[in-house]
């Protein structure tokens, strides 16, 4: 079983930046693609980023493109979100993620929840003037 525990989010002004750091216990917590998602008070939960462990391939929601950039150190089992020139819209609780054994990042089509098998409990960050 897989553990995830992130830390590093906070308020800032738009066009600020945050490091979301997330660190994975367990018996293969090194070995799982890993990624991160998002929710805002009133919507869907929706995928922001993640990154293939064996092929080290990354992917990014168009939104975030260019601004945010995900990063894994397999050696200290942590993940991390760098978020740069953040904006409003980036607003909500942000939380990693675990792929299930026979889910994979390939794409910005695995952005999504159903292939998830272990959240984070999730680290607000909020973005305003």
């Known amino acids: 079983q897989v553990h995830l525990v992130e830390s590093g989010g906070g308020s800032v002004q738009p066009g600020g930046s945050l490091r979301l750091s997330c660190v994975a216990s367990?018996?293969?917590?090194?070995?799982?693609?890993m990624g991160w998602f998002r929710q805002a008070p009133g919507k869907e939960r929706e995928g922001v980023s993640c990154?293939?462990?064996?092929?080290?391939?990354?992917y990014y929601r168009s939104s975030v493109q260019g601004r945010f950039t995900i990063s894994k150190d397999n050696a200290r089992r942590t993940v991390y979100l760098q978020m740069d020139n953040l904006k409003p819209l980036d607003t909500a609780v942000y939380y990693c993620?675990?792929?299930?054994?026979?889910?994979?990042?390939?794409?910005?089509?695995?952005?999504?929840?159903?292939?998830?098998?272990?959240w984070g409990q999730g680290t607000q960050v909020t973005v305003s003037s």
């Open positions: 993620a675990a792929f299930l054994p026979d889910y994979y990042c390939r794409g910005t089509g695995s952005l999504n929840s159903r292939g998830i098998g272990t």
């Open positions: 367990g018996s293969i917590g090194s070995f799982m693609d």
């Open positions: 990154i293939n462990n064996e092929s080290g391939g990354i």
